[in-house]
């Protein structure tokens, strides 16, 4: 594999401490599986063009220009030399205005990650701010400005060096209260019950290399025949079966008894759907809710776009 290539120096400023760094970037994107778009009749590939409604033309990308929209189709245009003035002002610095405890933030404002290694005459002062913050437990709250945008940004000590964590800014993330939630009063049974179950499935933590795309693995297999030229047999979905919807004392209980403290490990059978206490006449099905082998978050939405 490659070795990663810098995308940034960098210099991290606190007091009248200077950190010279590089930047990388920590994630890449491999879930979707794109395609492109063709042609039915002929199989050609299609290209996108830009198309003038008042002149009913296409029109060149030299020939377009940058407008901000701030009325209904009304707009004030901007220049590419007075767009790039904005850019020039990026000072490469990360700028650390507060340290925090490590878990201050919330992740529900993690944007994009970043890594940041140290430059030449950085080694000593980088590694003395990563141990000095593992040490307290804390990070840093810091601020960059990138292509032309002032981000806010977590700076944290890593197993292996300083990671830059872009934040969201507060009105970029939803308040989950609109979504109107009901807190219906939960019985100190249930919750004993559901604090046994949690117990079970327990596990000291992350590993990341547990989990598989295992929808793009068979997209990609069936690519592979379509290549070989096979014919591709689809198995239709298997259609949900309704379920008694039992008390949610009992679920927890038939959960505990059947699962064990290997639950993480083994595959268990499928356990008791979980509902709350309703009459049986009111609510007649539910889904069945399989065990998962291992806690794990939900699996990210698939995209589908132009394979490149």
Not at 9 to 30: H, Q
Not at 149 to 177: F, M, T
Request: aromatic share 6%; net charge neutral; charged share 25%.
């Amino acid at each position: 594999m490659a070795a990663p290539r810098s995308i940034a120096s960098m210099t991290i400023s606190f007091g009248l401490v200077s950190i010279p760094c590089r930047m990388f970037s920590a994630t890449e994107s491999k879930s979707a599986v794109s395609f492109n778009m063709l042609h039915k009749d002929c199989g050609a590939r299609v290209r996108q063009q830009l198309y003038c409604p008042a002149h009913q033309a296409v029109i060149e990308r030299s020939d377009t220009v940058k407008g901000y929209e701030f009325e209904k189709d009304k707009y004030v245009v901007f220049e590419p030399s007075e767009l790039e003035a904005f850019e020039a002002t990026a000072s490469h610095s990360i700028d650390i205005v507060a340290f925090l405890p490590a878990d201050a933030i919330d992740p529900i404002y993690f944007d994009k990650a970043y890594y940041l290694g140290p430059d030449k005459r950085g080694a000593k002062p980088y590694q003395l701010l990563a141990q000095a913050m593992t040490e307290t437990g804390t990070c840093a709250l810091a601020k960059f400005v990138m292509k032309g945008k002032q981000n806010v940004a977590q700076v944290r000590a890593g197993p292996d060096g300083l990671i830059l964590q872009q934040l969201l800014y507060a009105d970029e993330v939803r308040a989950q209260s609109a979504i109107g939630i009901d807190k219906p009063e939960v019985q100190l049974a249930e919750l004993k019950l559901a604090e046994q179950l949690i117990e079970q499935y327990r596990v000291d933590s992350y590993d990341p290399t547990q989990f598989k795309d295992e929808e793009k693995e068979r997209l990609l297999a069936a690519i592979d025949q379509k290549i070989a030229g096979k014919k591709i047999t689809l198995q239709p979905a298997a259609q949900p079966e309704g379920a008694e919807i039992i008390d949610l004392v009992e679920a927890l209980r038939a959960s505990l008894k059947g699962q064990g403290t290997a639950a993480v490990k083994q595959k268990p059978e499928a356990a008791a759907p979980i509902a709350e206490p309703a009459a049986p006449k009111q609510r007649k099905s539910a889904r069945r809710a399989a065990t998962p082998e291992v806690p794990a978050a939900p699996a990210p939405a698939r995209k589908t776009g132009t394979r490149k």
